[in-house]
Each structure stands twice: as C-alpha cells, then as structure tokens.
C-alpha cells in the first residue's frame, strides 16, 4: 500500500490514521513529510480495526471529514 511505498515498514509502531481517529492524537501529531511539498498520514493494519469504534461515533460516515479538518486549510489538496 501507499505507506509502504513512501518507506513506512509495515512492522515497525508508527502513528497512523488510526491514532487520529479513535486515539487520543491530533491529525497533525500522525502527519509525516515525506518528500518536499507531500505529506501523507500513513496506515497499517490498525485501520482494519477501526470499524467497531466508527459503529458507536456519532454521524461516522463523516469521521474521516472531521478528523481533517484540524488541517485542511493548510494543504491544496487532500486525498482520502
């Protein structure tokens, strides 16, 4: 997947959406420059475990939306 091509591997501990979403971090805490310009909040396998907490959050459809929007003005573009 797309973290594993910009270099994350996937068994090391690194802060992912995940932690954004259902931990206690901040969208920016996960953020991570990988090349100038290009940011991405990588994933991993953590991400499959999200449905659970998702099925008790209020208007969950709009979780990811929310979570971004700590950062949104400060890119062009967000890719989801």
């Given at each position: 997947h797309l973290s594993t ?28 420059e990988v090349h100038s ?8 396998l953590s991400l499959t ?32």
């Amino acid at each position: 997947h797309l973290s594993t091509l910009f270099g994350f591997d996937s068994m090391e501990k690194f802060n992912t959406l995940h932690d954004a979403i259902v931990g206690n971090l901040s969208v920016k805490d996960v953020i991570r420059e990988v090349h100038s310009n290009l940011h991405i909040i990588p994933s991993n396998l953590s991400l499959t475990k999200i449905m659970m907490p998702l099925d008790q959050m209020p208007k969950r459809e709009e979780v990811v939306k929310r979570t971004l929007s700590e950062v949104e003005n400060q890119y062009d573009f967000i890719i989801f």
